[in-house]
């Protein structure tokens, strides 16, 4: 094996290989992978180089003793298939063809000066895009690149230079590559500004040009309001998936712990497949739910805050057009934007003329209801109600202009008469679900005990993306209830939030369908709402209360809740226990999981290494029994004089692993010289007879080949002495 010519092909095809690789990382955003995993994503490319690089015979050996480790490994792997999962590293396959792809890019560069040049100008564009951001480019990625162009460019100099002397290629560059390794080195470590060069004209040109681009998307571009839980429609589709989109911007003021839900579109009526918008009304509902809920604490307590409390929140549109409003439910006052929006409320919505102005920036402030603690569900089961001293502290509270008397106490009466007739419904109920109520509901002593129930039986059921579609010949809301509940396998929460609303009907409570945001904003802070935090959710309204959020979706529940001032000190009790009447999935014992784990853990850790070692030690038998049974039969089948010559090569082949080969510029007869006084003469009398038979012109010696056989056991005795290392791989190769 030529060593120079390995090392040299190693200087292109290693570096382009990791270039390779931590480009592909940047653009699947997999670079958290640990250093262990990088170097053997690197392997392949390396194996091949070796392998291109050694004999036939030392090719085969390498090739079966991978693929006897590579059976090993699969039988590990199939015998402990309920134990184990590749699924989760299966995103090391593009990696590992990448290897592949950059060693035949590698080998392309070190035969042909074109593929140097162009793999050179690759390596000069990946860390240009870097810079501006269009990949995510490691510093060991950018290192790589910046090393093949270097010893791409060293390489032609050393082309094009004419020099005397020693001139080969190859060799000057594998004893350059280290200088240039440590040069690259050290110019990384080397401290640089922690801001950045202020690049502005260009900065400022891009970003121009980036937001021309994005206002004339954005005005000549359609609605993209997310369908999974929040759309104008409020179908319930089937197959869904999220694409994780940046939509809007959130910035919580204070600590709200518990998530923040943006309402955006508010559903009334449901025809068995999906919700509609059919109030079309002008009575300010939103703005009268609040006034309610205040004024009714208020009859009932003088601690306003220990059912309700204030949150601040501003809400950015930063890339989604929609003609809804975000907001949560109970605003405590008009919201102030950072531009002109001039939206209304409408049935529940709030809604723009045509769609929100371009990175619209509102301003909100909201009530935070505390109705995970039991004072709450005592004050839901009093008969607090509005009255008008009440109504009009209230309306100080959320410092709403009250022109016209359009929200004065007078109103009321009529805007709890339009909650009935749009948010009411009979849902008659088939009695196999009536049972089931029944049995949840039973102890119950109010409707909101009872949605409590409900809310926590639902969060015991399936959730899923794809649920059945609905059947279509379902066209009421108990045939809905019925499919969903009896018979269908879970859903999303569209499906959850549906189901509870009807529920509520069949009670007779007011409720609606909201579609929306669920933030997971419960601390002070920004937070980037993306697609899929698109949601849908039930509101039930409770006469002399107001709308009360509920979270039936399985997964998505979090309390809201906090101490009162008289249980500041104490334990808040724990929640209302539920019966899983809607036949939740069994669970497995966790003592059972984790000792079923760990017998597992035990099972790979011996088996993974027992089994490939052991195939490999008996490909390593088998090579060797065969391979002297074949190297016999080679030497069986020549004549004298091909004998003769073969056993003269491999005692030549004996002295140079003894580090005593040949030179290049000795003869045979200079050579034996040379090594008689470390060696003696014995081992080294077949090179008289090997000379004569290579220049005599007959072609004849007068050794005889068992001559020579006593030459090469001698020398294979000296090298067992020596070097017993070198001298089993001799055996075996």
């Known amino acids: 094996m030529n060593m120079t010519a390995l090392i040299y092909d190693l200087i292109y095809i290693i570096p382009v290989t990791a270039a390779a690789e931590f480009c592909y990382a940047g653009l699947a955003d997999t670079q958290s992978i640990s250093p262990l995993v990088w170097a053997a994503v690197l392997l392949p490319s390396v194996y091949l180089t070796l392998l291109c690089h050694l004999s036939l015979k030392a090719r085969l050996m390498l090739t079966g003793v991978t693929l006897a480790g590579i059976a090993g490994i699969i039988i590990v792997f199939r015998q402990l298939a309920d134990h184990i999962s590749l699924s989760?590293?299966?995103?090391?396959?593009?990696?590992?063809?990448?290897?592949?792809?950059?060693?035949a890019a590698g080998i392309l560069m070190t035969r042909f000066t074109s593929a140097r040049i162009a793999g050179a100008l690759i390596c000069l564009l990946l860390p240009v895009l870097a810079l501006f951001s269009v990949i995510h480019l490691h510093k060991a990625g950018i290192f790589s690149a910046m090393f093949v162009m270097i010893i791409s460019t060293a390489d032609r100099i050393q082309h094009r230079w004419k020099k005397e002397g020693f001139t080969d290629r190859k060799t000057h560059m594998v004893y350059t590559a280290p200088f240039l390794v440590i040069i690259i080195a050290v110019s990384s470590f080397i401290r640089y500004p922690a801001e950045p060069y202020d690049w502005h004209f260009v900065i400022a040109l891009r970003d121009g040009i980036v937001s021309a681009a994005d206002r004339i998307s954005y005005i000549f571009g359609t609605t993209n309001d997310v369908i999974t839980g929040f759309s104008d429609d409020g179908y319930l589709l089937t197959g869904l998936h999220s694409t994780g989109k940046a939509v809007l911007t959130l910035t919580a003021r204070t600590d709200?712990?518990?998530?923040?839900?943006l309402y955006g579109n508010v559903s009334d009526s449901f025809d068995g497949h999906g919700w509609k918008h059919t109030d079309d009304s002008p009575i300010p509902e939103r703005t009268f739910d609040v006034l309610e809920s205040i004024s009714s604490v208020k009859s009932y307590s003088d601690l306003l805050t220990d059912y309700y409390r204030e949150s601040d929140i501003s809400v950015e549109y930063t890339d989604l057009k929609t003609r809804y409003l975000l907001a949560p439910s109970k605003l405590t006052s008009d919201f102030s934007s950072s531009g002109k929006a001039s939206a209304t409320q409408n049935g529940g919505n709030y809604t723009f003329r045509r769609c929100n102005p371009y990175h619209?920036?509102?301003?909100?402030?909201?009530?935070?209801?505390?109705?995970?603690?039991?004072?709450?569900?005592?004050?839901?089961?009093?008969?607090?109600?509005?009255?008008e001293k009440n109504w009009k502290e209230a309306l100080n509270v959320i410092k709403e202009?009250?022109?016209?008397?359009?929200?004065?106490?007078?109103?009321?009466?009529?805007?709890?008469?339009?909650?009935?007739?749009?948010?009411?419904?009979?849902?008659?109920?088939?009695?196999?679900?009536?049972?089931?109520?029944?049995?949840l509901y039973s102890g119950?002593?109010?409707?909101?005990?009872?949605?409590?129930?409900?809310?926590?039986?639902?969060?015991?059921?399936k959730y899923t993306l794809d649920p059945a579609p609905v059947p279509d010949e379902i066209n009421s809301s108990s045939g809905f209830l019925d499919y969903f509940i009896l018979e269908g396998d879970g859903g999303y929460c569209s499906y959850y939030a549906t189901a509870f609303a009807l529920l509520a009907r069949s009670e007779g409570l007011p409720s609606r369908y909201v579609q929306g945001y669920r933030i997971n904003a419960d601390r002070k802070g920004t937070y980037t709402v993306t697609s899929d935090m698109a949601h849908a959710w039930p509101e039930v309204y409770f006469e002399g209360k107001g709308w009360v959020i509920f979270e039936p979706t399985p997964g998505f529940y979090s309390e809201s809740i906090w101490a009162t001032k008289n249980e500041a000190s104490?334990?808040?009790?724990?929640?209302?226990?539920?019966?899983?009447?809607?036949?939740?999935?069994?669970?497995?014992?966790?003592?059972?999981?984790?000792?079923?784990?760990?017998?597992?853990?035990?099972?790979?850790?011996?088996?993974?290494?027992?089994?490939?070692?052991?195939?490999?030690?008996?490909?390593?038998?088998?090579?060797?029994?065969?391979?002297?049974i074949v190297r016999r039969r080679i030497i069986s089948g020549l004549d004298d004089m091909s004998k003769l010559k073969f056993l003269a090569r491999d005692s030549l082949s004996i002295l140079q692993l003894l580090r005593l080969g040949i030179r290049e510029d000795e003869t045979l007869s200079e050579y034996k010289q040379r090594l008689l006084p470390e060696i003696g003469e014995a081992p080294l009398s077949f090179i008289p007879g090997y000379e004569e038979l290579l220049y005599s012109e007959k072609g004849t010696i007068c050794m005889t080949p068992e001559e020579f056989q006593d030459c090469r056991t001698r020398l294979l005795s000296l090298l067992k002495k020596k070097n017993r290392f070198r001298y089993i791989l001799r055996i075996i190769l």
């Open 570 to 628: 104490t334990a808040i009790p724990d929640s209302i226990p539920v019966k899983p009447v809607f036949d939740p999935p069994s669970a497995v014992p966790v003592s059972a999981s984790v000792s079923q784990d760990m017998a597992a853990g035990r099972q790979v850790s011996a088996a993974f290494f027992l089994i490939p070692l052991s195939l490999i030690a008996l490909f390593f038998i088998l090579f060797i029994i065969i391979g002297r």
């Open 256 to 261: 709200t712990g518990s998530p923040v839900y």
């Open 360 to 387: 619209l920036k509102l301003n909100e402030s909201y009530l935070l209801a505390n109705k995970d603690n039991p004072a709450f569900m005592d004050y839901m089961q009093s008969n607090a109600h509005p009255d």
């Open 444 to 461: 119950s002593v109010s409707k909101f005990e009872k949605m409590k129930r409900l809310e926590a039986a639902m969060n015991q059921m």
């Open 88 to 103: 989760d590293k299966a995103y090391l396959l593009p990696f590992l063809l990448i290897s592949v792809l950059s060693y």
């Open 401 to 439: 202009d009250n022109a016209g008397g359009v929200l004065s106490y007078d109103k009321y009466p009529a805007y709890k008469e339009h909650i009935l007739k749009y948010y009411t419904e009979d849902v008659p109920l088939s009695p196999a679900l009536k049972e089931k109520l029944e049995l």
